[in-house]
């Protein structure tokens, strides 16, 4: 019993390995890679087993549903053409990453003198692009107790980018009341969107600032912009106002004396007298219907 048992599990094992043995099978070390644009990356496809001496290998490039070949018979194609090449055993290294390169890649081995001559692996790759310089948009002059909003923006980073916010030099926290120095300050950060907005301005808020956007590929800041924040001028204010009624005042004075001097005339000009013309004695005008008059007397000759 125990010689049959034996005798049973070699053959099993022989058959496992046999069928292993004429079987193409491919393995990655990553199936999801980073890399910095204009870096190099290499994408792994490691040829565990096989036994057909020149298998066919190839890559695919897949954007959007659509592939296109990348390495096809033996060389180079598409758009990493002069700027990619193949690594035994079947490995792609991409020289100078671009933006455009952020895909999936899938690597295909086919062997025909194998029980199984095919199989695949795809792998995805996405190119991390450093933030450019954001554009700032800081209010140069405020009032105490008014709401400003400082906006920063940048488009090119990928992944997005993370906005944090600099007075005068130094790192503002995101919320303010977590550090002793910035604890009176009201304004509300968001890193997502680059925003930051004081409920109420204060004196202690006036400096210069600046916006730096980052990601993992890198950062960029704006140039530092001053913000001054004044007090409310009352003073100001109420002679500015009082300008304006004294100039109302000066423009209504100045119409009431032209019109008293006769420049400008006050009277309806649909009110004119019209004079009924004197008739002749020696004629009887007719009614507009008749068409002609008749004499009322002879004339002497």
Known sequence: MAIWRQTLFLVLFSCLSNSTAFAVILRTTEKSVWANEF???????LIESISTNNPRIEWKKIKNGVPSYVYFQN???GDLEHRALLREPAN???????RSDTAQYRCEVAAI????PFDEILISLAVRVKPVMPRCS??????VGSSPELRCIENEGFPQSQYQWFRNNEELPEDPKTSTKFYNSTYTMNTETGSLKFRSVKKEDAGEYYCQARNEAGWSKCSPQPMEVYDLDIVGIFLKVLGGVAAFIFVI???CQIQKSGYCSCKDHRETNYKVPQHDNRMDYASPDEGHFRHKSSFVI
Not at 39 to 45: K, Q
Not at 138 to 143: H, I, R
């Open 39 to 45: 870096e190099s990356i290499e994408l792994t496809c």
């Open 75 to 77: 060389k180079i194609s």
């Open 92 to 98: 792609l290294l991409i020289l100078n990453t671009s």
């Open 113 to 116: 003198d194998d029980q199984k």
């Open 138 to 143: 800081v209010p140069e002059a405020v009032t």
């Open 253 to 255: 004075v100045g119409i």
